[in-house]
């Protein structure tokens, strides 16, 4: 019997397997365990039914090939870009500050500068050569002059100065090269800073006071039995950003496993001068802040359950299974206890959106996101709860408990483990309801913009409030693991504001996605295009507006190519604003040109991300 939901790989995967053989052994779907009401009854009875080889990760990780980190040095100042960085993920801490010195010198030849002062910051900090510091701090204050940042460049040379003279070197060394450092103190310390300016961060139009990642330009109602729903509580402008919201869960897991260490685990922006785990080799940070975060959290543990050594030979479908973990590893077990009935307790609270100001408030807003528990089949329960059982062993095998003083459980479930399976259950409905797609995007990117689907995430700001729809007012875009959510038409006074949670009406026909949507996300769409069952594109109707309508639209459409390859990426913008309102005034959906419109405005929006990430780096 096959552990498997609809529509999944037929890759073959480990994790899947272990579920596979649980499943078996309790005899199929029709096992009692499966029957018990009392889901913590259930998570207990299954546990201690199984042995302990059973729904054990340690299977799967006999099954990876293991790579160690170097204890050598294997590159030199004449190695290549691609070789040092091949030798900083490879490479063992004790050697890894010559590795990022070599790294740093290749980068200045290639005249990437920010990354050469991060790589010679950390090759004194792993305690390069000490008697060279001096160097170091000379090269890094050349790489500020390159990007025209004068005080930091005196500040780095002074540095220098200052261990070469109290350093112990030949007084030769110390005259020559005091010389040439005096020499560039008295030259930069003369000239300003000529810094580029950080581009404007994405918020809101107009934010809440109470959710500031959501504009308060909408009104969430709450209606019993059918759910939260946002509608426009005055005139949104197409363009608006409606919501701005970081990802909970935020789970690094590409179609194709090879992609990983190209994505930042962390942020998943795309990596060009990647930064290594402390431990495995098998994933990188596109900066040391994010490896920082990363290994201080959840990062730490799928290091010590070799998650993404696993992963090279699983499918993406078996490792969607770590995604709730990465959420419960986030925070130490003592905050899932302090704040377990905030958590599992349902709001009395009838206003939205909610104030999500401390973690626990955060937390608090995920795991009330929608689950749709009683359309959840018997099938995908008994899943969920062989999945938490697994996980919850495979915690075991970590330093999750130590690390909040706690005792690691041996045999029967502890009551720390009980509230972390029914935390874990509930998560797996939430995210099966909830998961947002994350693409891939990065600065250097051009036309094949977010074409990789990297991961996913859970985005409160957006799914707890904002419906779908077949045929959506909105678009969304991500910025790493950042989403945010945009009107992509005029949404007029009392209209509700509608997301889409997975196809539009164009790509698929009615008979087809409507199953899908019900399958997947356990509701039956009631919308436009699937109450009237529109067409999909190739079958829309062409109809051109008036000549009047027309010769603007073509006008404009101009505008937009000419604004796209010059870079004017606002002007773009500003354009299609101006074409999708002249669209709304003259045509009646179903039609093409809204469609076709929308995938423009959506293109071009994609570009201003690569832009505000491109703006980004020539401001550091």
Not at 88 to 112: D, I, P, Q
Not at 151 to 163: E, N, P
Not at 431 to 452: E, F, Y
Not at 486 to 505: L, P, Q, T, W
């Amino acid at each position: 019997m096959n552990f498997r939901g609809s529509g999944e790989s037929d890759q073959s995967s480990s994790i899947r397997e272990l579920l596979s053989e649980c499943l078996n052994h309790l005899g199929g779907y029709g096992s009692n365990v499966f029957l018990v009401k009392d889901m913590v009854t259930r998570i207990k009875q299954l546990h201690e039914l199984l042995s302990s080889d059973m729904l054990d990760i340690g299977k799967a990780q006999e099954k990876c090939v293991r790579v160690d980190k170097l204890e050598k040095l294997i590159v030199s100042e004449k190695s290549s870009v691609r070789d040092l960085n091949l030798a900083v993920l490879m490479t063992s801490e004790k050697f890894l500050g010559t590795v990022f010195y070599h790294r740093g010198n290749a980068l200045m030849t290639a005249k990437r500068w920010n990354q050469a002062v991060t790589d010679f910051n950390l090759a004194i900090k792993l305690g390069f050569n000490e008697l060279e510091e001096f160097r170091v701090h000379h090269k890094i204050g050349q790489c500020f002059v390159k990007r025209k940042h004068y005080t930091k460049a005196v500040g780095s040379f002074r540095k220098a100065l200052h261990l070469l003279k109290t350093g112990d070197l030949g007084e030769k060394t110390k005259k020559d090269f005091s010389k040439i450092l005096d020499e560039c103190i008295a030259k930069f310390s003369a000239k300003k800073d000529e810094m580029k300016p950080a581009p404007k961060e994405f918020t809101p139009y107009s934010p809440s006071t109470i959710d500031p990642r959501v504009t308060d330009q909408v009104e969430v109602i709450e209606t019993i039995g059918k759910g939260r729903n946002a509608f426009a509580k005055s005139n949104i402008p197409v363009g608006s950003v409606l919501a701005v919201v970081d990802a909970a869960g935020a789970h690094l897991n590409p179609d194709n496993a090879a992609q990983v260490v190209q994505y930042c685990l962390h942020c998943m922006l795309t990596v060009e001068v990647p930064y290594p785990c402390s431990s495995c080799p098998r994933v990188v940070f596109c900066c040391p802040e994010c490896k920082e975060k990363a290994e201080g959290s959840y990062h730490k543990y799928q290091c010590q359950l070799d998650l993404y050594n696993i992963r090279v030979n699983d499918s993406k479908d078996g490792c969607t299974i770590f995604q709730s973990l990465n959420v419960i590893t986030s925070q130490p077990v003592n905050f899932w206890i302090d704040n377990e009935k905030d958590l599992l307790e349902p709001s009395c609270s009838g206003d939205w959106p909610v104030s999500v100001d401390s973690e626990a408030q955060k937390m608090s807003l995920l795991f009330q996101m929608a689950m749709n528990e009683e359309s959840v089949e018997k099938e995908t329960h008994a899943r969920h709860l062989m999945v938490t059982v697994l996980l919850l062993r495979a915690l075991r095998k970590t330093t999750y408990y130590k690390d909040s003083g706690i005792e690691t459980p041996t045999g029967s479930l502890s009551d720390q483990e009980l509230l972390i399976g029914k935390l874990i259950y509930r998560l797996r409905m939430i995210q099966d309801m909830n998961s947002h797609p994350i693409w891939g995007v990065g600065r250097n990117q051009k036309d094949k913009i977010a074409k990789d689907h990297i991961g996913a995430g859970m985005y409160t700001g957006i799914g707890s409030y904002f419906n779908s729809d077949c045929n959506p007012n909105t678009i969304r875009v991500n910025i790493g693991t950042k989403m945010l959510l945009i009107a992509s038409k005029n949404i007029k006074r009392g209209v509700e504001v509608m997301d889409n949670y997975c196809i539009h009406f164009s790509e698929l026909p009615t008979f087809e996605r409507r199953p899908w949507i019900q399958e997947h996300f356990l509701f039956f769409c009631e919308c436009d295009a699937c109450e009237q069952d529109w067409p999909t594109y190739s079958k829309l109707p062409q109809d051109r507006p008036s000549q009047k309508i027309s010769d603007k639209l073509v006008a404009l459409e101009m505008e937009n190519i000419d604004n796209i390859e010059k870079g004017n990426i606002d002007k773009a913008l500003e354009s299609h604003n101006k074409e999708i309102t002249l669209i709304q005034g003259a045509l009646h959906e179903p039609h093409q040109l809204p469609v076709t419109i929308r995938k423009s405005f959506q293109f071009c929006w994609w570009k201003k991300v690569v832009q505000y990430l491109q703006e980004l780096d020539d401001s550091k």
